[in-house]
């Protein structure tokens, strides 16, 4: 019961993290230690899994999918994520270097602890810098400005849904870089269920298969791998910068934020902010066997 638990806490952490834009689910698995364990749960879909049903093996198909793993982990994503867009949107309008502050917070304390118990060589070091590298070659990126044709609403879905587990990159910010984002928001807003079905099917593909790469990868270059996604979450710490200017990728100073958009700084809130985020991840990272 008490896994249970802490795989809900852990899915609704990722799920809150998803409602932010520019703020990865992925992240929130790799610094809360389950994400290989969670990568491994989604590529157990594959074909072979056929044999339990026709085998009547129920339990048997549970326990090959890590059931009782991905169940509560996805009842915490659905749950926070679907209870707190409207907070976190309410947050981000009206104290969004508060908001970012905490995620920085959070961020930079998972990266100190994950290094230190790393044991660094020169190819780690290497991949590092290159996976900020290229989170920050994405993050500057200019969105492109395509047609959203069937084909490319499911190569979109398919991209977005595996950026979504790549610690650093959010979904949200794929789409954005390909320009199918406003055409997203406005389908769901529309309830244009056509688009959303194209989209949803191209996730489905993407993240069966994306996630089968991973596994593989993480077997058989496992340290490797893991130093290329932290150099991924340093890079995109730039997104999570707590007075920045998103429509054009500003990263001000708190005097200068204020004399921008004509609000509070909130300088004080924001430190304030940060500290907990920190002392969260700390308390959590200290009293936690994962």
Request: hydrophobic letters at 60%; charged letters at 5%.
């Given at each position: 019961m008490k896994d249970i638990i802490s795989w809900f806490l852990k899915g609704a952490a990722m799920g809150i993290a998803d409602g932010v834009p520019g703020v990865s689910g992925g992240t929130i698995a790799l610094i809360t230690g389950i994400y290989e364990r969670f990568i491994a749960a989604i590529a157990a879909f594959k074909p072979s899994l056929w044999r339990f049903v026709q085998q009547k093996d129920f339990n048997g198909l549970w326990l090959a999918i890590d059931g009782r793993f991905l169940l509560a982990l996805g009842a915490g994503i659905l749950l926070?994520?679907?209870s707190t867009l409207s907070v976190m949107h309410w947050l981000l309008e009206n104290l969004a270097p508060v908001v970012w502050a905490f995620f920085m917070g959070v961020i930079i304390v998972s990266l100190w602890f994950m290094c230190v118990v790393k044991k660094w060589q020169?190819?780690?070091?290497?991949?590092?810098?290159?996976?900020?590298?290229?989170a920050l070659g994405l993050i500057f990126s200019t969105p492109a400005d395509i047609e959203a044709t069937p084909m490319i609403l499911i190569l979109g879905g398919a991209?977005?849904?595996s950026a979504m587990i790549l610690p650093g990159i959010s979904g949200s910010f794929m789409l954005l870089l390909l320009g199918l984002y406003p055409v997203v928001?406005?389908?769901?807003h529309a309830r244009d269920v056509v688009i959303v079905l194209w989209v949803a099917l191209g996730c489905l593909v993407g993240i069966l298969s994306f996630s089968q790469v991973l596994q593989w990868l993480l077997k058989r270059w496992h340290d490797r791998v893991m130093s290329f996604m932290l150099g991924f979450v340093v890079g995109a710490l730039v997104k999570v910068w707590p007075w920045q200017i998103a429509e054009g990728q500003l990263w001000l100073s708190p005097s200068q934020?204020?004399?921008?958009?004509?609000?509070?700084?909130?300088?004080?809130?924001?430190?304030?902010?940060?500290?907990?985020?920190?002392?969260?991840?700390?308390?959590?990272?200290?009293?936690?066997?994962?």
């Open positions: 926070s994520l679907f020169l190819n780690d070091f290497m991949l590092l810098v290159g996976g900020a590298v290229i991209i977005a849904i928001v406005e389908a769901v934020y204020a004399d921008a958009t004509g609000l509070p700084s909130y300088l004080i809130l924001s430190l304030i902010s940060f500290l907990i985020g920190s002392i969260l991840v700390w308390l959590l990272t200290t009293r936690s066997n994962v």
